[in-house]
């Protein structure tokens, strides 16, 4: 249990402008993780181990990617009571992502729309953080890296952006994640396409399976998906990731739709909207995916989860394993063991 409680927290973190206050957070929980200070949003870590794609999870509950892009912050995130935490989505080069403003809250719909744009330090900055990380893998924690292309990188040449991802982060991570369902980075979502796939996640396989018998651990890879596509589209995903031996599948990205935000503040910026407008059209996702894969294949689902209710439906829809982030937002750090135990109690 958080020493202060976020009900006291949230008021004056929503005065500030969502990024200063997204910063200063993190800034915060990077300076105080792994010392006494960390029992001020700490929470108890719920047993509820799992194995999915060969991995112990100590429970189901996992931090979306997205929230520490640098991954600065793993231990102090992992305090929360995460079985699993994912940092990224991290890129070659550095670069600064869209221009400000570009990330809005809509409260009455608990949600957020954010353009950032893969904002990141870049795969060496990364890399170096990540591997000052201890504490929460020493207790077991998995450590999912999310890997994307630079905004100046041309679509045709995704695949050697993504390539050199892998190699980065392949001896550090527990999962590699390939996010190809951003809306903020021009045409990334063509790559969701059939023959689009396919090419990626066959070069990717190859090189991860080189870079597996090299350092002898195998590496789990998942594909990080939009929840704005058609059925025959998720069919044909569901085909290429079997074909290509990727070993699960993330379901879902933000949403670029807005229907459940009409006329509200904000409703009109572009961006993909995250949070509880999003949970419908994450499940329908899951839904297919479970019918399209064979039983087992792993699905994590996230996408609107803001109560340990949610939680249960993701599994009930399908998913394995569920990752929160916007709910994070606006319940705060206790979401994490009130979803682990929710799920526990299945």
Known sequence: MPLIPYALTRPFLFGLDPEQAHELTLGSIARLQNTPAQLLWCGERVSDPVTVAGLRFPNRVGLAAGLDKNGRCIDGLGAMGFGFIEVGTVTPKGQPGNDKPRMFRLPEARALINRLGFNNEGLQSFITNVKQAHSFRRAGGILGLNIGKNAATPIENAADDYLLGLEGVHPHADYITVNISSPNTKNLRALQSDEA?????????????????????????????APDLEEDQVTVIARTLQANGIDGVIATNTTIARDKVQGLAHAGETGGLSGAPVFEASNRVIRLLRAALPAGYPIIGVGGVMSGEDARAKIAAGADLVQIYTGLIYQGPGLVSECAKALARR
């Open 197 to 225: 796939l396919d090419a990626l996640l066959g070069a990717l396989q190859a090189r991860k399976q080189q870079l597996d018998s090299h350092s002898g651990r195998r590496v789990p890879m998942f594909v990080k998906i």
